[in-house]
T-cell receptor, first 113, second 116 residues
Framework: SQKIEQNSEALNIQEGKTATLTCNYT??????LQWYRQDPGRGPVFLLL?????KEKRKERLKVTFDTTLKQSLFHITASQPADSATYLC????????????FGQGTELSVKP | GAGVSQSPSNKVTEKGKDVELRCDPI?????LYWYRQSLGQGLEFLIY????????KSGLPSDRFSAERTGGSVSTLTIQRTQQEDSAVYLC??????????????FGPGTRLTVL
């Protein structure tokens, strides 16, 4: 069966450290993989997109890696800040599906000062 | 410019009643998506509209759910004879181009539906 999984437990880290979130999937062939941030009571906000033929993408303090052999994406936040505390969602954008996204359940990140 | 808006922000209804949820996408966006997010769960795709094409309804959980998009803009998601398991946050997103592309989806704030 098709499945997409993220770290099920909340991630608690100290300010200034690097947060690493994991997204694993099975039985999909995504054209793109996207990461979103969601704050309580709000809709998801797009952060980064990585294509199937890309290994790594960076944006400011964010870095995403994509390994289509391992079927895994890692999402890193360097020099984390309390304002980074939120739930982070990974989403697959499969081939020929019109862009309808398949989401993981999200990982809650808490950055302590 | 305004983002995606949804109304109402909260809806409490009694089991068996019908509800309508509204989504106003970003102007000019041709693709519109509805998702559902149950407590502690990821977003679940419901339905997708692209321009004038027939909608992709493959994610609708039952025939009590339907949606329409008038004039290629505003969309309404209707749930008939609501059940308690329909309680969730219903999220709408729009995208500039519906074909496979790198255009990101912009989400609205969602409608929190509670069925008593």
């Amino acid at each position: 069966s098709q499945k997409i999984e993220q770290n099920s437990e909340a991630l608690n880290i100290q300010e200034g450290k690097t947060a690493t979130l994991t997204c694993n999937y099975t039985n999909y062939s995504p054209a793109y993989l996207q990461w979103y941030r969601q704050d309580p009571g709000r809709g998801p906000v797009f952060l980064l997109l990585i294509r199937e033929n890309e290994k790594e993408k960076r944006k400011e303090r964010l870095k995403v890696t994509f390994d289509t052999t391992l079927k895994q994406s890692l999402f890193h936040i360097t020099a984390s800040q309390p304002a980074d505390s939120a739930t982070y969602l990974c989403a697959l954008d499969p081939h020929n599906q019109g862009g309808k996204l398949i989401f993981g359940q999200g990982t809650e990140l808490s950055v302590k000062p | 410019g305004a983002g995606v808006s949804q109304s109402p922000s909260n809806k409490v209804t009694e089991k068996g009643k019908d509800v309508e949820l509204r989504c106003d996408p970003i102007s000019g966006h041709t693709a519109l998506y509805w998702y559902r997010q149950s407590l502690g769960q990821g977003l679940e795709f419901l339905i997708y509209f692209q321009g004038n094409s027939a909608p992709d309804k493959s994610g609708l959980p039952s025939d009590r759910f339907s949606a329409e998009r008038t004039g290629g803009s505003v969309s309404t998601l209707t749930i008939q004879r609501t059940q308690q398991e329909d309680s969730a946050v219903y999220l709408c997103a729009s995208r500039l181009a519906g074909a496979q592309s790198t255009d990101t989806q912009y989400f609205g704030p969602g409608t929190r539906l509670t069925v008593l």
